[in-house]
């Protein structure tokens, strides 16, 4: 599936979700980064969200799972870094489009809105979904544009959490 790991991250309100993906990927061999935070203590969602969004940026990761309790602050935080397709998924159908036609390189989830046996099936349909490419590529297209000519060199130097 991946050659690269996969890089995980959360806030407390992703934590108990991540240990079941964790679980999930030692279930089926998949290689992953966990970049925290490693409990339910109340911590900043952004400094976790930039961890992965910059190793997948950079090339260091192909995919990233980012969960807090919603998803929400995570998928805009992520869509920040240049070359990033974040997508917040709450269903499996959501997942495979997703992929299928945006190429996402990033899923969100919320620990506290989508169940456990649902946040594993829409994670094995991102994982295994294909990109169909074609006349997807034209938005995609149009998306990298806009960031070469929105987006800044300008690292963010992100704080003292893990």
Same mark, same amino acid.
């Given at each position: ?5 996969? +890089?995980?991250? $959360?806030?407390? #309100? ?12 030692? !279930? ?28 997948? !940026? ?29 997508? *917040? ?12 036609? $945006?190429? !996402?390189?990033?899923?969100c989830l ?7 046996l649902e &946040? *594993?099936?829409?994670?094995?349909? +991102? ?6 490419? #074609? ?5 995609? #297209?149009?998306? &990298? ?7 800044? !060199?300008?690292? +963010? ?6």
């Amino acid at each position: 599936m991946q050659q690269k790991p996969i +890089w995980i991250g $959360n806030d407390h #309100g992703g934590y108990d979700l991540k240990l079941h993906i964790i679980d999930y990927f030692k !279930s089926k061999g998949i290689a992953y980064h966990d970049v925290g935070t490693d409990s339910a203590q109340i911590v900043r969602y952004p400094y976790y969200a930039a961890k992965v969004a910059e190793a997948v !940026s950079g090339g260091e990761a192909d995919r990233g799972i980012l969960i807090c309790s919603t998803g929400i602050g995570m998928s805009i935080f992520a869509n920040r870094f240049k070359g990033i397709r974040a997508s *917040l998924c709450t269903s499996t159908y959501m997942g495979r489009m997703t992929r299928a036609h $945006n190429n !996402s390189n990033l899923l969100c989830l919320g620990g506290k809105i989508t169940g456990v046996l649902e &946040a *594993l099936d829409i994670l094995e349909t +991102w994982l295994t979904t294909e990109y169909e490419g #074609g006349r997807h590529d034209i938005s995609l #297209g149009l998306i &990298a544009e806009a960031e070469e000519a929105l987006c800044t !060199s300008n690292a +963010w130097e992100h704080g003292p959490e893990k």
